[in-house]
């Protein structure tokens, strides 16, 4: 199985940039389809962006298109959520996953979880 550790995670003002990076181990990452959640306190883990396992296909939250963009490097072990234009709302726990689906972006779907990685983004 693959462990997950992220990182990069921070305290920002709004409109900065930050990058998330996702470290995998114990299996190559190219045999999972990868995906970047979020949970704010006291609500629910939200999907946030979801690639697949060739990095082919991506997909996003409504709330992210156009300022969030996930990618990952397969021959590094590695994933990555660039996040732009940074707004309060967007302050979370930051968690990626792996799931040996081709695709998906429900969080049931997703076997493999890293510890998260604290944003906060200040107004």
């Known amino acids: 199985q693959v462990q997950l550790v992220e990182s990069g995670g921070g305290l920002v003002q709004a409109g900065d940039s930050l990058r998330l990076s996702c470290a995998a181990s114990?299996?190559?990452?190219?045999?999972?389809?990868m995906g970047w959640f979020r949970q704010a306190p006291g609500k629910e883990r939200e999907f946030v962006a979801a690639i697949s396992r060739g990095g082919g296909s991506t997909q996003y939250a409504d709330s992210v298109l156009g300022r969030f963009t996930i990618s990952r490097d397969n021959a590094k072990n590695m994933m990555y959520l660039q996040m732009n234009s940074l707004k309060p709302e967007d302050t979370a726990v930051y968690y990626c996953?792996?799931?040996?689906?081709?695709?998906?972006?429900?969080?049931?779907?997703?076997?493999?979880w890293g510890q998260g990685t604290q944003v906060t983004v200040s107004s």
């Open positions: 996953a792996a799931t040996q689906a081709l695709y998906a972006t429900l969080l049931r779907a997703y076997a493999y």
């Open positions: 114990g299996r190559t990452l190219s045999s999972y389809a």
